[in-house]
């Protein structure tokens, strides 16, 4: 009788415990729980961002596309006028050279255009 006493108390005691471990855990899974939720919420708030970012790198990069062009527009049109002033130079230089030996004191005469512009 003793020993289904003791038993029975052991019994008891393993009970008490089982019980006290499943309501922690039932209180853990709960907190888990609002945490995955908070997480979900994030998650949905980080993909809107991400779309937004999306759309403004869409958008910077048609207006990269745009400059692209610009900055083409502008370089060709430097590249005509350095063309009109070679031609400038060249069609000026002759008659430079001819006054400039008329000039006192020995000037040498007009050199022509710089060599980068030729």
Request: overall charge neutral; glycine content about 6%; proline content about 4%.
């Amino acid at each position: 009788m003793t020993g289904f006493v003791i038993l029975a108390a052991y019994g008891f005691l393993l009970i008490y415990r089982l019980t006290s471990d499943v309501h922690d855990m039932v209180g853990e899974a709960r907190i888990m729980s609002q945490q995955m939720q908070a997480m979900t919420r994030s998650m949905a708030n980080m993909h809107q961002d991400t779309s937004a970012i999306s759309g403004d790198m869409t958008a910077m990069t048609a207006q990269m596309a745009q400059m692209q062009a610009e900055m083409a527009r502008m370089s060709q049109a430097v590249t005509l006028m350095q063309h009109s002033a070679t031609n400038i130079d060249r069609s000026v230089s002759p008659m430079l050279g001819t006054v400039t030996r008329f000039m006192p004191f020995g000037a040498s005469g007009y050199p022509g255009a710089p060599p980068y512009s030729r």
